[in-house]
Nanobody, 117 residues
Framework: QVQLVESGGGLVQAGGSLTLSCTASGTISSLNDMGWHRQAPGKEREFVAGFRSGGIPDYADSVKGRFTISRDNARNTVYLQMNSLKPEDTAVYYC???????????WGQGTQVTVSS
């Protein structure tokens, strides 16, 4: 069984920064993708950041230039550095892991990010 544990959320003023981390544990195939989605109140869950084939970072247009995704494969950990935060970034942020060989998807429990104006 795979478990994803996120940390790093919190309350920050507009213009501030936060770094989220997500560590995967359990039996994990080395062929996997990890990334971040978020869900704001009353809205659907949306993609935030991940990796294209070849490990090239990919971002939603709304966060390009402000967020940076990185990964430590040795620790099965993915990070999301969030700068210049805006009130519209307020959401629950979810880590996601996809096993490429089976297409099985695992989600973390979510971490709340609140940006005050």
């Amino acid at each position: 069984q795979v478990q994803l544990v996120e940390s790093g959320g919190g309350l920050v003023q507009a213009g501030g920064s936060l770094t989220l981390s997500c560590t995967a544990s359990g039996t994990i195939s080395s062929l996997n993708d990890m990334g971040w989605h978020r869900q704001a109140p009353g809205k659907e869950r949306e993609f935030v950041a991940g990796f294209r084939s070849g490990g090239i970072p990919d971002y939603a247009d709304s966060v390009k230039g402000r967020f940076t995704i990185s990964r430590d494969n040795a620790r099965n950990t993915v990070y999301l550095q969030m700068n210049s935060l805006k009130p519209e970034d307020t959401a629950v942020y979810y880590c996601v892991l996809v096993i490429l060989t089976t297409s099985r998807v695992y989600w973390g429990q979510g971490t709340q990010v609140t940006v005050s104006s």
